[in-house]
């Protein structure tokens, strides 16, 4: 049987998605550290800064921040990301800007597993309320790269933040 050029490229494709999904490696706290430091975007419409330190035992815990020059409004966020069992998990919470309101309840933080981890990536895949939902941090030198596919009212959303190191 001949195969046409096209079912030999979707055949190729297939193969190497499977091979590098099993040459993904298995994702360690420890190994995430590069994530730690103070990252900004400035924009004319939002200053954003998103801010993680390294906590006891390889633990990593995030803040962050989006508000906008001359307007109400914004978003604070409270991020964690640490061992639970064998898997490393983000939990995170958002606040309005004025820490009157809070956007998840209070039992209930939005919850992400790393799935990939790379030299300086890391992959996190949505559970229950969130599944289906991924978000992507990667870094480059003094660029950090944040990369959210979300659902949001049964539609996708994607959000893309070009972070630069602005200090540790």
Wanted: glycine share 12%; charged share 25%; aromatic share 6%.
């Amino acid at each position: 049987m001949r195969l046409g050029a096209c079912a030999t490229i979707a055949l190729v494709a297939v193969a190497s998605l499977f091979a590098s999904a099993g040459n993904a490696a298995p994702c360690r706290l420890a190994d995430l550290r590069w994530i730690a430091g103070a990252w900004r975007d400035d924009s004319a419409d939002a200053r954003t800064e998103e801010r993680w330190v390294v906590g006891p035992d390889d633990r990593l815990v995030g803040a962050a921040w989006t508000l906008h020059p001359g307007a109400g409004g914004g978003v604070i966020e409270a991020m964690t990301l640490q061992n639970d069992g064998a898997n490393v998990v983000m939990r995170l919470r958002h606040f309005s800007g004025d820490l009157a309101m809070a956007r998840e309840e209070k039992d209930a933080p939005m919850v992400f597993v790393a799935s990939a981890c790379g030299d300086r990536s890391v992959v996190l895949d949505g559970r229950g309320e969130r599944a289906g939902e991924h978000m992507t941090y990667e870094r480059a030198g003094d660029t950090l790269t944040f990369i959210g596919d979300f659902i949001h009212e049964g539609q996708p959303l994607r959000v893309r933040v070009g972070f630069k190191k602005s200090g540790d």
